[in-house]
């Protein structure tokens, strides 16, 4: 049973526009989420954060959104780039686990046309 | 300053052979998790350790799966023996204390195929 689940396992977006990445949790407990981004033989990488306690958290060219009511968490990149062009990641925590264990979704693959 | 490194990058094998896939975290950083993925399941983790202490194994997937960590730099991931549906990426990441804001940082992976 996946918690953490990316249901678009693929996204194509134009050079400058924007890309929305969308992320939906089953566990009401999850109270920290972020956003890794993962290239080819790379291992994935920290993007962005939020906690549950906010509903928007910016940075740079990315943003992410938290709607605790849905359970619904999104990522914009505005404007995209084909250097954004690679496999995202959401992923949770429970601020009562030992640790910063994550729960990862499955992924979601980006690609930004010039 | 070095990441996480794992050896070996890839590593193919025969089933019923015994894996070993090693780690070495970032110096300094006291958590060390380790990680599958897969085109069916994504990103799992399968243990987490906690100053050398192994804290959560829950998703260590069966007994064929042991995971060591004898000192703060290092780490092993053992499989054996070895099954094709073993075949996938293992990555290990390491974070600063394992407070839950800390960042992982994640080591390049090891792609296993098991034939």
């Known amino acids: 049973d996946q918690q953490v689940k990316q249901n678009s396992p693929s996204l194509s977006v134009q050079e400058g526009r924007i890309s929305i990445l969308n992320c939906d949790y089953t566990?009401?407990?999850?109270?920290?989420f972020l956003w890794y981004k993962k290239y080819p033989a790379e291992g994935p990488t920290f993007l962005i954060s939020?906690?549950?306690?906010?509903d928007k958290n910016e940075d740079g060219r990315f943003t992410v959104f938290l709607n605790k009511s849905a359970k619904h968490l999104s990522l914009h990149i505005v404007p995209s780039q084909p250097g954004d062009s690679a496999v995202y990641f959401c992923?949770?925590?429970?601020?009562?686990?030992?640790?910063?264990?994550?729960?990862f979704g499955g992924g979601t693959r980006l690609m930004v046309k010039p | 300053d070095a990441g996480v490194i794992q050896s070996p990058r890839h590593e193919v094998t025969e089933m019923g052979q015994e894996v070993t896939l090693r780690c070495k975290p970032i110096?300094?950083?006291?958590?060390l998790f380790w990680y599958r993925q897969t085109m069916m399941r994504g990103l799992e983790l399968l243990i987490y350790?906690?100053?050398?202490?192994?804290?959560?194994d829950s998703g260590m997937p069966e007994d064929r799966f042991s995971a060591k960590m004898p000192n703060a730099s290092f780490s092993t991931l053992k499989i054996q023996p070895s099954e094709p549906r073993d075949s996938a990426v293992y990555f290990c990441?390491?974070?600063?204390?394992?407070?839950?804001?800390?960042?992982?940082?994640f080591g390049p992976g090891t792609r296993l195929t098991v034939l």
């Open positions: 990441a390491s974070s600063p204390q394992g407070a839950q804001t800390d960042t992982q940082y």
């Open positions: 566990n009401s407990m999850f109270d920290y």
């Open positions: 939020i906690s549950s306690i906010k």
């Open positions: 992923a949770a925590s429970v601020s009562y686990n030992a640790g910063n264990m994550l729960t």
């Open positions: 110096s300094g950083h006291n958590s």
């Open positions: 350790f906690n100053n050398n202490v192994p804290i959560d």
